[in-house]
């Protein structure tokens, strides 16, 4: 367990000095944070001045030796924008993107599991419902995010007025954006519970508990849906971590104050520093959440919980 | 269920809520079947796996049930509790399981007999548990399903108890231990001892054993086999098997299947020592056995029928070394005393030809 956690952090430090390292460097290849500064009608000379005032004249080897020397003590640099530290920025607006996330991840959960469990127990003679409901459940899985924001603004914000179009003032402003991302997640939930469930109905346990009198719900209830979702608990991990990461576009359209948005402002300004400091928290929680998918699928399943000192 | 005329029936007093007497005194014979069919729908029509069986097991009787792979034995043990797979139909003049009448139920009172008059031990021990309950939990769970409606509701540490016990009637060693352990964590035999308690836990009138040893080492086997025996008390057992030698060994009466048909049936000495089915004279010469002799086997030639192409009459004449023209025409199962066999042309007596 002990030692389990020491290669994790071991493996967690190797990737961030890699990825912070890729990112300085490619940032600065994209794009001159001077003359992004200085703005359009600056002179050379302007743009000159700019590039001494914030150090970025020094020769790349030494503003990358600066720049790791400060993360080491946990300085992200400053914002250009805001004139505020980077990591600042980015803890101010994390809340949101976790409230978001976990409000997205509930609704999947809550969906997708009665949904697969239904969809799973058909025994391979599914009847009309079934093969309608997987139907609509392929179809959403191929609709990507941003159509289905669109398609809810359109509906619920343009046409029948019940949601506010965007922002943050609200449980009501919270429901869009809530349901586009659960859109994208429920029909692969979905079917790997189904997928799931039809697999453990078809063991030699749930025959013996047939055979010993219990019933077909007592069967999905307590012996395949278990199983099943010992399964799942690996997808519902990696979608968590995908909330966390890949909600930009989602957070974008609905304008959610999250860290999405403010990776792309980052990004539209040159605000190196905060698209950095962006990419070093969310591979921490990331990195931080599948471990914990890890470990919440060994503590589940008894026969990894074996060997536990 | 059961009929006024039937009072003695365990599921009489069930039903009354008094606790079940481990080996209640019945008349009524632990399996009751009567011309059984299964039939499968295909492409090309009805295709019958089981055609027109009729067994009988007492209480307290161990019938083994022989034949090859595909002969349809498994079906029928499915069919003792309503269990066939779909699409498959069952349909047959009596199934009966302790005076209960099978066909007759619908699922929920169908779940209502399985675990409490029929328990099974499968083949496979080691898949035959949920992995992720402990064994306690999945036996205390087929004995709280099966108390009666009603009364107070035995408490999850009687039913704990109840597990404990069951495994120590089974030999399981430090059953107090066992009762908290996961499938996993058992060795195979020690797992089918687990199944046969599971089996057992609500007393059933009628134990089917699907192959309970076929997944097991030599030396388990032949304990499980003892076990089954021993504990049958006052059940009976059905036992399907592709080894006529177990089921000699531990059985009172064998019947021999082909292609979904009871070609011999017998008491288990006189089928062994003199079989008149030449299906079943073939299977012994089969067998492996420990001859001073030391007599090659002798397979039986050709292969057990599809069940989608059948000949008319004697099944396995198309293979048989002592057909004859009338083996076109199916033969009934002759009752000779206890000792009955469908054929035309029988084995001698081997018994009988002796000097």
Same mark, same amino acid.
């Given at each position: ?309 | ?267 288990? %000495?006189? !089928?062994?020592?003199? @079989?008149?089915? /030449?299906?079943?004279? +073939?299977? *012994?010469? $089969?067998?492996? #056995?420990?001859? &001073?002799?030391? %007599?090659? !086997?002798?397979?039986? @030639?050709?292969? /057990?029928?599809?069940? +989608?192409? *059948?000949? $008319?009459?004697? #099944?396995?004449? &198309? ?14 199962? +002759? ?21």
């Amino acid at each position: 367990m002990r030692q389990l956690l020491l290669t994790r952090l071991a493996n967690l430090a190797v990737l961030l000095v890699a990825l912070t390292t890729l990112l300085f460097f490619l940032l600065r290849a994209t794009a001159d944070q001077a003359a992004m500064l200085a703005g359009v009608d600056a002179t050379p000379e302007q743009v000159a001045e700019i590039r001494a005032q914030y150090g970025l004249d020094r020769p790349l080897w030494r503003q990358y030796a600066d720049y790791m020397a400060g993360l080491a003590t946990l300085d992200f640099g400053e914002s250009l924008v805001s004139g505020k530290p980077a990591l600042a920025d980015v803890v101010e607006r994390l809340p949101w993107t976790l409230l978001l996330a976990a409000l997205a991840m509930t609704l999947t959960i809550v969906l997708a599991i009665p949904i697969g469990a239904w969809l799973g127990s058909a025994q391979g003679r599914p009847g009309p419902a079934r093969r309608a409901a997987s139907a609509v459940v392929f179809v959403l899985q191929g609709m990507p995010g941003f159509v289905v924001a669109l398609l809810l603004i359109e509906i619920f914000a343009v046409e029948l007025r019940w949601l506010p179009f965007i922002g943050n003032e609200g449980l009501d402003t919270w429901i869009m954006p809530t349901v586009t991302l659960a859109s994208f997640l429920v029909p692969r939930l979905a079917r790997v519970v189904a997928a799931n469930v039809a697999g453990a109905l078809a063991e030699d346990y749930v025959r013996t508990a047939r055979a010993a009198g219990a019933s077909a719900r007592e069967i999905l209830y307590r012996h395949a849906l278990p199983n099943a979702l010992l399964g799942a608990t690996a997808l519902v991990g990696t979608q968590f971590a995908f909330l966390l990461s890949g909600s930009v576009i989602t957070e974008s359209i609905f304008a959610w104050p999250g860290v999405g948005s403010l990776l792309v402002r980052a990004t539209q300004n040159a605000d190196f520093a905060v698209v950095q400091a962006v990419a070093i928290v969310i591979a921490i929680l990331v990195f931080t959440v599948n471990a914990g998918a890890d470990l919440a699928f060994k503590a589940l399943d008894p026969r990894l919980r074996e060997r536990r000192s | 269920m059961s009929t006024p005329d039937a009072p003695h029936a365990g599921g009489t007093a069930r039903a009354a809520g008094k606790p079940v007497p481990a080996s209640s005194p019945v008349g009524s014979p632990a399996l009751d079947l009567q011309d059984l069919r299964v039939d499968f729908p295909t492409p090309l029509g009805e295709v019958g796996i089981v055609d027109g069986v009729s067994l009988s097991i007492a209480r307290g009787e161990a019938l083994g049930m022989v034949g090859e792979s595909g002969s349809g034995k498994t079906m029928i043990a499915l069919a003792c509790l309503r269990m066939v797979p779909e699409p498959g139909r069952v349909a047959a003049t009596r199934l009966r399981v302790a005076d209960r009448d099978l066909l007759a139920l619908d699922e929920p009172a169908l779940c209502a007999v399985r675990g409490a008059d029929v328990g099974v031990v499968f083949q496979n021990p080691m898949t035959a548990f949920n992995p992720v309950r402990t064994i306690g939990e999945q036996l205390a769970a087929t004995w709280l399903r099966h108390r009666p409606a009603g009364g107070a509701r035995p408490s999850r540490r009687e039913a704990r108890e109840r597990a404990i016990a069951a495994l120590r009637e089974v030999g399981i060693a430090a059953p107090e231990r066992r009762v908290d352990a996961y499938p996993h964590q058992m060795s195979g035999g020690m797992l089918q001892r687990a199944l046969i308690a599971h089996a057992m836990i609500n007393q059933p009138a009628l134990i089917v054993a699907d192959e309970p040893t076929t997944a097991l080492d030599a030396t388990v086997q032949a304990q499980i086999l003892d076990l089954l025996r021993a504990r049958l008390a006052n059940a009976g057992l059905l036992l399907v098997t592709h080894d006529l030698g177990v089921a000699a060994e531990i059985c009172d009466r064998v019947a021999v299947v082909y292609a979904g048909r009871v070609v011999e049936v017998g008491p288990a %000495r006189e !089928l062994l020592e003199s @079989p008149r089915h /030449p299906y079943t004279q +073939a299977l *012994l010469a $089969a067998a492996p #056995r420990l001859d &001073p002799e030391r %007599r090659p !086997l002798a397979p039986i @030639p050709g292969a /057990p029928p599809s069940p +989608a192409d *059948l000949v $008319a009459g004697c #099944r396995y004449a &198309p293979r048989c070394p002592r057909a004859v023209p009338r083996c076109g025409e199916r033969p009934r199962l +002759a009752p000779e005393g206890p000792h009955a066999y469908a054929c035309w042309n029988p084995a001698d007596d081997a018994r009988r030809a002796k000097p």
